[in-house]
């Protein structure tokens, strides 16, 4: 005979791990929005947080929102989002687009080997304590 309670404490147990691998292996999807005319300085911005996003292993989507007669401008919302996939570069590649509706947008995916390449080295390296004698 078997005992149930230990019987259901190890199912219990089995599926909180098996929860556990599940979130460690789900991308999560990011979003960074901006406008056609962004500056230089915003841009550098948006494109530093897509880069964390990536190397922590989350999906990045890009979109650029155009309004009533921002709609002429198309052209300079496409070149922009693919600058940003250029300056990207090998971090991540496309996984979706869509340049038909006023919402432009690209999806960017992670490059494993480059994620797992990063995850490997260590972040920060402990600096040892000082000691410092007060003298009185």
């Known amino acids: 005979m078997m005992d149930y309670n230990k019987y259901k404490y190890e199912l219990q147990k089995k599926k909180k791990e098996q929860q556990k691998k599940n979130a460690a ?36 989507k890009i979109i650029v929102n155009l309004k009533g007669r921002e709609n002429e401008f198309r052209n300079n919302a496409i070149e922009l989002i693919k600058r940003f996939q250029n300056d990207i570069g090998e ?36 600096k040892p304590a000082t000691e410092v004698s007060a003298s009185v």
Not at 28 to 34: A, H, N, S, T, V
Not at 42 to 54: E, H, I, T, W
């Open 25 to 60: 292996s789900r991308m999560d999807l990011k979003e960074l929005k901006m406008g056609y005319n962004i500056d230089s300085h915003d841009y550098s911005v948006r494109l530093r947080a897509a880069q964390k996003f990536l190397k922590d292993g989350d999906k990045v």
């Open 91 to 126: 971090l991540a590649t496309e996984e979706n687009k869509s340049f038909r509706d006023r919402n432009m947008f690209i999806v960017l995916v992670p490059n494993k080997a480059i994620v797992q390449k990063g995850q490997e080295q260590p972040k920060k390296k402990e």
